[in-house]
């Protein structure tokens, strides 16, 4: 495991399979853990791809969702094999994939910042088109809110992940945050679903000619805020995945409850490279489902941890100037915090 740590936070980096299992601030744990990443029968089983096994905190898919061929794992090389280090300081270290998917080096570079995580992937050379996503994950033990950077469409995918488990009904298309669910109510996106064992995915458009997207979980027993911030030109959507129970198969088992995936990405949601090649919905409404190789592409995405300001509910603003993120709540209250500057382009 590779060591970060600055000021009152620490991240682990596993460079076995590129993934980031643990970062604490203050105490806060953001990042969520499968209960099975240290069970020996799990870790042994060959026939689970080795992100399952290892399913842990964030990490990048390429390409995202399904085996794109025979070859490709569940979301990847990026998320299933060795990264070797190439330069670890205090709280800095940078990695290089071992394989070439596609023909493409990749490199990751992982920064603690103050309360932040910032992460930037470069992508170089290769050939063809492919898909890629974070896929951080957050645990609430009792349900929380979440807060959207404007979008202009929500989408579920045609077939459901579990299928007989989902509270979405399958292949709708809005143009807000409100979701028909399978036995005719309406679903606000900005809630987790506490209460309903379920495995389901979303997926969020952003505005037009946004600049940021993000996203604020706001947990409830925690009492914190995961703030998410990326660039919307480049992960033009944001996957929404809500693991509560649903699975009832090794090595899930109903266990995997209050997780929730932030998937920031150009995709077609989890169906795999093979759907995001051609027309579908995300194209027909000029998003981009596909990264073209060859050109040098930097993929930059913050997290950072926290503490809710009292009566904290909702977030509805989002801006970075000046080595400052600030944050507005539904009522106008704002706060402000480091934030190291120049890490999005402007």
Same mark, same amino acid.
């Given at each position: 495991? =590779?060591?970060?740590a600055?000021?009152?936070? @620490?991240?682990? =980096?596993?460079? !076995?399979?590129?993934? =980031?299992?643990?970062?604490? @601030?203050a105490?806060?744990k953001p990042? &969520?853990?499968a209960?099975w990443?240290?069970?020996p029968q799990?870790?042994?089983d060959a026939?689970?791809p080795?992100?399952e ?7 990048l898919c390429?390409? /995202?969702?399904a085996?794109?061929?025979g070859d ?6 990026t !998320?299933?094999s060795?990264?070797?280090i190439?330069? &670890? ?6 990695l ?5 998917? +596609?023909?493409?080096?990749?490199t990751k570079r992982v ?7 910032l ?7 290769g ?9 951080p994950?957050s645990?609430? !033990?009792?349900?929380g809110?979440?807060?959207?950077s404007?979008k ?7 077939l !459901?992940?579990?299928p ?7 292949n709708q298309?809005?143009g807000?945050l409100?979701l028909?669910?399978?036995?005719g109510r309406?679903?606000?996106l900005?809630q +987790?679903?506490?209460r309903?064992?379920?495995e389901?995915?979303?997926i ?10 993000w996203?604020v ?7 914190d ?11 033009? =959507?944001?996957m929404l995945?809500?693991?509560?129970g649903g699975?009832? /198969?090794?090595p ?10 932030i998937?920031d990405g ?16 995300l194209?027909?409404?000029g998003?981009?489902?596909?990264l ?7 993929i930059r995405?913050a ?7 009292p009566?904290?509910?909702?977030v509805?603003?989002?801006s970075?100037?000046r080595?400052?993120?600030s944050l ?10 480091? /934030?190291m500057e120049? /890490?999005?382009?402007?």
């Open positions: 495991m =590779i060591r970060l600055h000021a009152d936070a @620490v991240a682990l =980096i596993d460079p !076995a399979v590129g993934n =980031i299992p643990s970062w604490q @601030v105490g806060r990042l &969520h853990a209960a990443r240290d069970d799990v870790q042994a026939e689970l080795l992100v096994r290892r399913l842990a905190g964030d990490f390429l390409p /995202f969702g085996a794109a061929s490709d794992p569940l979301h990847g090389w !998320a299933n060795a990264w070797t190439l330069e &670890h300081d205090v709280a800095h270290a940078t290089r994939l071992g394989a070439r998917p +596609y023909g493409a080096e990749i920064q603690l910042v103050e309360s932040g995580l992460q930037t992937h470069v992508i170089e050379g050939l063809g088109e492919v898909t890629l996503a974070h896929h994950m645990h609430m !033990a009792e349900g809110r979440l807060s959207f404007p202009r469409a929500a989408l579920t995918d045609p !459901a992940l579990c007989g488990r989902n509270l979405w009904s399958v298309l809005r807000d409100h028909d669910c399978e036995d309406q679903w606000d900005r +987790y679903p506490a309903h064992r379920v389901d995915f979303a969020l458009v952003e505005a037009r000619g946004a600049r940021l997207g996203t979980v706001i947990r409830q027993a925690e009492d805020m995961l703030v998410i911030v990326k660039e919307a030109r480049v992960l033009p =959507i944001t995945w809500i693991s509560n699975r009832e /198969f090794p899930w088992n109903g266990r995997h409850t209050g997780v929730i995936g998937e150009v995709a077609n949601g989890p169906s795999g490279l093979g759907a995001a090649t051609g027309e579908n919905r194209t027909a409404l998003v981009p489902t596909t073209s190789l060859g050109p040098r592409h930097v995405h997290m950072i941890s926290l503490p809710r300001p009566g904290w509910v909702e509805v603003a989002l970075i100037t080595g400052t993120l507005t709540e539904a009522s106008g209250a704002q706060i402000a915090v480091p /934030f120049g /890490f999005f382009p402007q």
